[in-house]
């Protein structure tokens, strides 16, 4: 049966043999993206991934979670390195989602890319990224509407997506 929880669509009491397939099934997509980035394939078209997704939307929904799982281990991680002043821990956020994005380039890029106008779950992923963001950042509280705390994480991941660009497209200078 069926059930949602967290980050992705699972079935309760998914089974370990199940797991294994997903997590293979995940390798399999990044390792396509990564040869062809432009290309999310259809999971019905590749037994590798059709016995565990049935769409699209499954496969990003995957990777999503995938995403929020280093980007959160790394959080934690980064904010138990400062004294959780304001300054600090919006610091930790950034570093955070960079030490990540440097980690994962594949998993990133294919969402960058791939997720543009996230509906459903999807959807409702990304907002609790962005939430995540805000609350370890200290730009929002967990008082402020959900709404409000979703675009602050979304203004802080547009700086952080400008920022990434910038560093690639034009590197500093090495002298010597």
């Not at 565990?52 to 799982?69: I, M, N, P």
């Amino acid at each position: 049966m069926p059930h949602t929880t967290g980050t992705a669509t699972c079935e309760v009491g998914m089974s370990w043999q199940r797991f294994h397939r997903r997590q293979t099934a995940i390798r399999f997509l990044l390792e396509r993206l990564a040869k062809n980035p432009e290309q999310l394939p259809d999971p019905r078209r590749h037994d590798e991934l059709s016995d565990v997704f049935d769409d699209r939307e499954q496969l990003l929904c995957a990777l999503q979670h995938k995403w929020t799982q280093q980007l959160t281990g790394r959080l934690d991680a980064r904010l138990g390195e400062c004294d959780g002043r304001g300054g600090d821990r919006l610091e930790a956020a950034r570093r955070a989602w960079q030490d990540t994005a440097t980690a994962n380039p594949v998993l990133r890029e294919a969402l960058d890319r791939h997720v543009t106008a996230p509906e459903g779950e999807l959807r409702r992923a990304v907002e609790r990224e962005r939430r995540l963001l805000a609350l370890t950042g200290g730009l929002a509280e967990h008082s402020e509407p959900e709404t409000e705390i979703s675009r602050s994480g979304a203004a802080l991941l547009q700086l952080l997506h400008a920022s990434e660009r910038q560093e690639t497209e034009s590197p500093l200078p090495v002298t010597v």
